[in-house]
Each structure stands twice: as C-alpha cells, then as structure tokens.
C-alpha cells in the first residue's frame, strides 16, 4: 500500500517538518526526487524554489513540465520508475488534471503509489488523491468573480477534501459536502494527510492546526475534530 504526506497549505518554512517526514519515510540518505509543478502552469520561480528546497536536504530533483513538455509518454514513465520521493505542487486542480490524463500522468501516480513510492505535495497535491476536491480553480478563470467548486479527482479516496480549511470562504465546504453522497475531510494550513500502508493519520507542523471528519446523517452535518496521534483505517472512507 502507499505512502503519502499531502499537505493542506502554507508555504515551504512553515510546512519544513512535513516535508521532511516526506523524505524520512523514502528510507534513503538522497533521495531521487520528480517535482511535478502541473498546477502552477509550470512556474519557472516555483521550479527553482522546489529544487534549490530539495536540493539543501541532499536530494537529487527532477522536474516534469508537462505544460511546456516535448517528452514522449515512454519518457515521462521513466521518470516516474526513477523517482523515490514525488512532490506535486500547488495551484489549479482543475486545469492539472486535464493536463495530467493527456499524458497519463493520472494512471502514474496510481501505479507509484501502489509500488510504495513517496507521495507529497500541497494544495492541488493534496486533493487530487480524492473524489471530490473544494477547489479554487475558478479564480484562476475569472479573478474578479469566481466561487469554489467541487472538482472531481482520482478518487482513491471515495471522500471530499477541503484543503486551507482555516482560510475565508473555505467553509462553503460543509454545505457543498450536504449534496454529495460522500464524507469529507477538511484541513487547515500547515497540516498533512498522512498515509502509510492501510492507516491514515495528521501530522501537525503547527500545533493549534486542525483537521475535521464531516458527514451528513439525516440531513445533519456531523463534525468531529481528527487529532495528532489518530489512526484512521482507510476502510473507513469507503464505507
């Protein structure tokens, strides 16, 4: 089973313990890291500050840019067969994952995290693993008037997911979940959805973080706080 550290949002000083318990959990001293910047449309600053990040803690990193690629379907596997530790950044969901099922990129990702390979990221690399993710990608469209959204991921995980959970707007997430015949997870800044095998945890990097379990039972919206410590079956999702 897989490995993942899905991190809700901050930025990289502030998520620094969760992306070493990224590194840690690969098991070696360099690891080879695959920066996937999808989201950001391939953001030349972002690539370098991903690279120069990973590089300080010894690892070897390289970037797929999908958005500006001339890789053959063949090349894009091997880097991915290559990869110990997989980091897929921030930004629009939506527009990512069109980009990723023109390259297979989905499918990928799938097969890296049943081989056991290290998946991390933020934001739009957090909620991409689920059936539903609350997503911004509409203010990427239309910055002057836009609304959250629902955006369909990979469903790996049969839930919804709400990542900044802490910022403006987010809360829209609990009566958007009401029409959705799943439960969700909602997350604050500066936590991570943890996987490792059949488990599920959080990991704080920030200790007032919080993280939610929400469902909807007779048309009433069951909250409950997830703490540090937790373990949660993965079964539990599919129920």
Same mark, same amino acid.
């Given at each position: 089973m897989g490995k993942i550290v899905g991190i809700?949002?901050?930025? !990289?000083?502030?998520?620094?313990?969760? @992306?070493?318990?990224?590194?840690?959990?690969?098991?070696? *001293? +360099?690891?080879?890291? !695959?920066?996937?910047?999808?989201?950001? @449309?391939?953001?030349?600053?972002?690539?370098?500050?991903? *690279? +120069?990040?990973?590089?300080?803690?010894?690892?070897?990193?390289?970037?797929?840019?999908?958005?500006?690629?001339?890789?053959t379907k063949e090349e894009v596997e091997r880097y991915f067969e290559e990869s110990d530790l997989i980091y897929v950044g921030g930004g629009d969901t939506k527009a990512m994952l069109e980009v990723w099922r023109q390259y297979g990129v989905d499918e990928l990702l799938l097969k890296a995290y049943e081989k056991e390979t290290v998946i991390t990221g933020i934001s739009a690399g957090l909620i991409f693993w689920f059936r539903y993710g609350h997503s911004d990608s509409e203010f990427f469209k239309n910055p002057e008037s836009w609304n959250y959204i629902f955006?369909?991921?990979?469903?790996?995980?049969?839930?919804?997911?709400?990542?900044?959970?802490?910022?403006?707007?987010?809360?829209?997430?609990?009566?958007?979940?009401?029409?959705?015949?799943?439960?969700?997870?909602?997350?604050?800044n500066d936590i991570a959805f943890v996987v490792d095998g059949q488990m599920m945890s959080i990991k704080k990097a920030r200790h007032d973080a919080k993280a939610y379990w929400m469902e909807y039972k007779n048309g009433q919206l069951l909250k409950r706080e997830v703490v540090e410590g937790e373990r949660i079956d993965l079964e539990l999702f599919r129920k």
């Open positions: 809700s949002g901050g930025d !990289l000083r502030s998520t620094d313990v969760l @992306n070493q318990l990224a590194i840690e959990m690969t098991g070696k *001293e +360099k690891p080879k890291v !695959l920066f996937i910047p999808t989201a950001s @449309n391939d953001a030349k600053e972002y690539i370098q500050m991903i *690279e +120069k990040y990973y590089e300080a803690y010894g690892c070897e990193v390289q970037t797929l840019t999908l958005c500006k690629n001339s890789d955006v369909e991921g990979l469903n790996k995980f049969p839930i919804a997911c709400c990542p900044h959970y802490n910022e403006e707007g987010r809360d829209s997430f609990d009566s958007m979940l009401k029409h959705k015949n799943c439960a969700g997870i909602a997350l604050e």
